[in-house]
């Protein structure tokens, strides 16, 4: 019988979700890499003080006081801001935006998060990976010569912690057609972010999330730095309502220099390193 699927879904394996403990177990879960802190209290106060008529309409297609939040924290203009349901629906809309077959490929250096592999095999289109080496400098020669219309680069990386160094992705930038994104999931942990890159270069998209360094994962809240003649093709294919409107106001507990999330911070690293 003739598969209800298209050949890509009947031929691809789907994404294994990391396991969600029963609540209660009692597990040291490293799995997701989830933050072991609660949310900040500006974050669990919009929570207690979630208004009826808030859910009542649609919400904002474009986030905007979460935007004019993230403009005044990271000093970007607030139109440079894409919100999604966590950065994994950035990804997926970029994918279904940029890829498609054997021409238009996604390319990333391994190992990375597998999460871009997937996404590419639902499009479909082609993948090419290319090994870290064993000091995990950016292949920047091989990245290049395989011409991704999009290369993904997650910097902190998962699985191997490792941050690009700005000169690095400079150079990629520089020298690929198509565009650069620069997952930032992890960068709360870091020492530096990429972020001057997307005024740099046209093509260079920065992806944050809310998951990791502001306990936020439930929620799902993750948004993209990026010019608006890219992120308008973007706003084409992300859902309008993709933002509830319970997380877009979460605008008033994005404060990442504030004391709460660097202690919170520090005392992971100290965790961590021991
Ligand atoms: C590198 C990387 N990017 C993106 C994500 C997804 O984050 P979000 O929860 O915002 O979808 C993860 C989650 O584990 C990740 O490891």
Redesign the pocket.
């Known amino acids: 019988m003739l598969s209800y699927f298209r050949p890509a879904i009947d031929a691809m394996t789907g994404y294994i979700p990391?396991e969600q403990p029963k609540p209660g177990t009692k597990i040291i879960k490293l799995n997701?890499?989830e933050n072991p802190y609660p949310p900040s209290p500006k974050a669990m106060e919009v929570l207690h003080n979630l208004d009826g008529e808030w859910l009542r309409r649609y919400p904002d297609p474009f986030a905007t006081e979460f935007c004019q939040a993230v403009s005044n924290v990271l000093g970007v203009p607030a139109d440079w801001v894409i919100v999604?349901?966590?950065?994994?629906?950035l990804?997926n809309v970029l994918i279904r935006c940029c890829a498609e077959g054997s021409d238009r490929t996604v390319v990333y250096p391994v190992p990375?998060?597998v999460?871009y592999r997937t996404l590419a095999a639902i499009q479909p289109a082609r993948v090419v990976e290319i090994p870290y080496s064993a000091n995990f400098q950016l292949p920047i020669k091989e990245l290049v010569a395989a011409n991704g219309a999009i290369t993904f680069i997650?910097s902190p990386?998962?699985p191997s912690g490792h941050v690009v160094p700005l000169d690095e992705l400079r150079k990629l930038a520089q020298q690929v057609s198509g565009i650069v994104v620069i997952?930032e999931?992890?960068v709360d942990f870091a020492e530096y972010t990429a972020l001057p890159l997307v005024q740099e270069f046209e093509n260079v998209i920065v992806?944050r999330?809310?998951?990791?360094g502001y306990s936020l994962?439930g929620l799902?809240?993750?948004f993209g730095v990026v010019n608006p003649k890219l992120g308008s093709g973007l706003f084409k294919v992300k859902d309008s309502y993709n933002i509830d409107a319970i997380c877009r106001r979460q605008q008033r507990s994005y404060r990442p220099s504030s004391r709460y999330s660097s202690n919170a911070r520090s005392s992971l690293q100290k965790r961590l390193c021991r």
């Open positions: 990391g997701t890499n999604g349901n966590g950065s994994d629906e990804l990375t998060y999460l997650a990386n998962s997952d999931a992890y992806l999330t809310l998951s990791k994962a799902r809240m993750g």
